[in-house]
């Protein structure tokens, strides 16, 4: 439909139907078959007529019964408004993938790319419109459950998965191209620095810290494109983001010039009056309108008090339709009016939802999400070794991830299945074997397996729910039982590999003397296939950790990039009045950028082509990396700068590029980057984005913690 014919469609809507197109309701509304809440379900208070007039449905799926869903509200709607249907697709939508804390340790974007367009089509042939992903928000504390919805600490990293995510759901124009869906960057802003890791908490941190560091992803979103942004639950600088008009209206809409629709997270408009920011759910809606919310998610302030409000104050009318014509915009740019079942197939959604070519990419991106910690030479596991699996994760199909939504565990490949379709000889258990409370049974089953291996590899972790929405941790180490389990089993056999399913950055000790420990976070349907292959060799793992794992939670917030104090450790021989705990280390235990493989990387001297930059020069760093392994290889080569001295204290270094080499066994090859001063800018106290003359380090090395290092100078 033309603009012109939308402004006529929105003339001719009474106030009632402008106000239902700002309503989102859950599926459960509409579909006896939809049990999915993703949210607190309260009494909404609406009528008939709201609900099969709701601009949007909230997590339906299925192409017959969105058909017939539409079918029915197309005939209920006086103007013949067709609903947009919306869903959290955050990693898959049949075909599970890693979950995406696990894609951003395969620093793959292409593969990032693939995953949300492969998403996008299973989630569009059965009758999704727009999903609820990507999730940029950028995290530092693993005791927040949700960490396992992020790509992980470093702005840039974020930005580049954020921007392929975009794109694998959109393509060019969803609307255009088949089997493509309208994304949504969530949550706008700052959700992952929540206090303490704690659900739902507080955020508190400058706006120049929220723009250096935890904006960028969801800029980068809109950027590439995104039709959607979601607020979040917390506050930002005290005034919850919902209502927050500087964040939504002056950041969001006039310096990122953000077109698209702003829809809140679930319930978030009426949680201003628990916020207390707003006095009742009147000033809830006037507050939440007036910050730029175009659709509340399943609470009714806008359905029960935006006419009145606007009767008392005709200016919001104006704000209101410019609500209702967003919605519009985005059911005609998916061409929604002419096709109001665009998408939905029910053939198509037989024949290619799981279908064997996505499982096969799952396995992919599974195999290159894999990070390994340890390995003292246990690993790949030698053929003709008797080998054990055991523990909670061994014959567990609970490995979707805590946002896996239409993905079904029955359909998720164990390791014990991936693990006999390449040593058929393996010993398990047949005993069910809890992650918290194993049966006494069912220890004794594993360590007589133990002992009567000669490798084992034991499945310790987490089970999904310990992750997600609503699943902070205060303790991130492994549960007792496990621990305990770890040890009996250890006191057996010498040679223990553990495999950890978990949706953060753990707490290791107690585990940490391992042989070797394969981090497999929740690796998605294909997990169990993916696993095998890296645990036998078939395939050699290249993931990098896209978060820090802490020596322990009393460490936490803890990442790489951080500033470098007025007394940093190691600073002198000063052993005492320095920025350090008396009974840990500041280190994490496994740092940003992190990984081992089964090839042996050497890096050779840092060669800089010029020591002084221009503002419109370049200077080309050359590194020389070298597999002398007899194992071909994948090697993540990172590029870190740092600057000397700032207007504001500058972290001690910050990812700038990377580099993913594939390295044949015995070759070696320069890499070379390329350093211009748009990577050195950051956000000065006045909130300019500049840089400053003066000195810079550059870095290269494999990760964060090992770096090597030549020095710069920009003039200007
Ligand atoms: C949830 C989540 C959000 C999700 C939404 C719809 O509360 O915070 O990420 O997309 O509700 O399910």
Known sequence: MKQDGLVRLLESMTMDEKINQLIQLAATFYSEDSKENTGPIREVGLTEENVWNAGSILGQSGAAESIKIQRKYMEKHR????????????????????????????????????????????????????????????????????????????????????????????????????????????????????????????????????RESYLSAYHAAIEAGVKVVMTSFNTVDGIPATGNAWLLRRLLREEQKFEGIIISDWGAVEELTVHAVAKDRKEAALLALKAGVDIEMMTSCYAHHLEELAAEEPSLETLLDQAVMRVLKLKNDLGLFEDPFRGADPEKEERIVLCQEHRQVAREAALKSIVLLKNDGILPVKEGVQVAVIGPGAASKDILGAWSWQGR?????????????????????????????????????????????????????????????????????????????????????????????????????????????????????????????????????????????????????????????????????????????????????????????YSEFHYGQLVLDKNVLASDGRISATIEVENRSKADGLETVQLYIRDLVGEVVRPIKELKDFRRLALPAGQKCKVTFTIEESMLRYFHSDQSFTSDAGEFDVMIGPDSANLTTQRFRLIK
Not at 111 to 127: D, P, Q, Y
Not at 156 to 183: C, H, I, M, W
Not at 467 to 495: C, Y
């Open 79 to 210: 103007l013949g408004v067709p609903v947009l249907f919306m869903a959290d697709v955050i990693h898959g939508f049949r075909t599970i993938f890693p979950i995406p804390l696990a894609l951003g340790c395969s620093w793959d974007l292409e593969m990032a790319e693939k995953v949300a367009e492969i998403s996008a089509r299973e989630a569009s042939v059965s009758g999704v419109h727009v999903v609820f992903s990507p999730m940029a928000d950028l995290v530092r504390d693993p005791r927040w459950g949700r960490v396992m919805e992020s790509t992980g600490e470093d702005p840039l990293l974020n930005s580049f998965f954020a921007t392929a995510f975009v794109k694998g759901y959109q393509g060019k124009d969803p609307g255009k191209e088949p089997e493509r869906v309208a994304a949504c960057v969530k949550h706008y802003a700052g959700y992952g620095a929540v206090s303490g890791g704690r659900e739902y908490n507080t955020v508190n941190m400058s706006e120049r810290q929220l």
């Open 409 to 597: 565990t029955q359909e998720a490949v164990s390791m014990i299945e991936g693990a006999k379709k390449i040593d058929p000889k393996i010993l398990t258990g047949s005993e069910p074997f809890d992650y918290i409370a194993p049966s006494a049974k069912a220890v004794s089953e594993a360590v007589q397996l133990a002992e009567r291996s000669e490798v084992v590899i034991l499945a310790l972790g987490e089970p999904a729910w310990m992750s997600g929405e609503a699943a902070s941790r205060s303790d991130i180490r492994l549960p007792e039982s496990q621990l305990e389990f770890f040890r009996k089993v250890r006191k057996i056999n010498k040679n223990v590999i553990v495999v950890l399913y978990n949706g953060r950055p753990l707490d290791l000790q107690g585990i940490n003397d391992a042989n070797g420990i394969v981090e497999a976070w929740f690796p998605g349907t294909e997990g169990g296939h993916a696993l095998a292959e890296v645990l036998w060799g078939k395939f050699n793992p290249c993931g990098r950790l896209c978060m820090s794992f802490p020596e322990q939670a009393g460490q936490l917030p803890i990442y790489y990039n951080a500033d470098n104090t007025g007394r940093p450790a190691g600073i002198s021989a000063e052993p005492k009045y320095i920025s350090k705990y008396l009974d840990v280390a500041n280190e994490a235990k496994y740092a940003f950028g992190f990984g081992l493989s």
